[in-house]
């Protein structure tokens, strides 16, 4: 009689082994999500304290050129940054705002910032994300927990779930919320 495992058991071990392999990568893999999606709301709140700055300094904040940048670097702050590359700041008067303006960890997605003009100032800004986590807390949901999106706002190649702003507007004012996909 010899020692050794019968086919049958070698089957097993192998199956088991596969199953624990794949409930440990769907685990790995939402917790990439949702490092990507802590690291974008941290970029936001990053990006809105510089804007604070930006303001106390120009008494307005960086316009934005309708495509979801911002209009606050270079000779006076008003040159148009780019996410991921741009230092925000004055260079005019040496002042830095940030070091540089923070992009989207995820290839094709970018944030979106838009301004409210009233008079001549832009006094009011909204700045968005794309949330991976449709199932976050910070992305709103409709009656049914159906997620919603800016439908009018693309985050790169996806719609806007997720928002900040100066503290005089909440985000999403003058956006109109629907379901993703529709």
């Not at 050129?65 to 606050?72: C, L």
């Amino acid at each position: 009689m010899k020692k050794g495992f019968t086919l049958i058991e070698l089957l097993v071990s192998i199956t088991i082994i596969g199953i624990l392999a794949s409930i440990g990568l769907s685990t790995f893999t939402s917790a990439q999500i949702k490092g990507r999606d802590a690291k974008r709301k941290a970029h936001l709140r990053q990006v809105v304290d510089a804007l604070e700055a930006y303001y106390n300094d120009k008494s307005q904040y960086p316009a934005d050129d309708d495509n979801g940048n911002m209009m606050g670097c270079g000779a006076d702050a008003e040159a148009l940054c780019t996410w991921g590359t741009s230092a925000f700041q004055n260079s005019t008067t040496g002042t830095v705002y940030m070091i540089k303006i923070p992009a989207d960890p995820t290839l094709g997605l970018s944030y979106y910032y838009d301004t409210v003009i009233e008079g001549s100032k832009n006094t009011k800004f909204q700045i968005y994300a794309r949330l991976e986590n449709t199932k976050d807390l910070d992305v709103k949901k409709d009656g049914a927990g159906t997620p919603q999106v800016y439908e009018d706002l693309n985050c790169g190649t996806k719609e806007c779930n997720y928002g900040l702003s100066s503290t005089n507007i909440l985000p999403g004012t003058n956006r109109t919320l629907g379901a993703e996909g529709q």
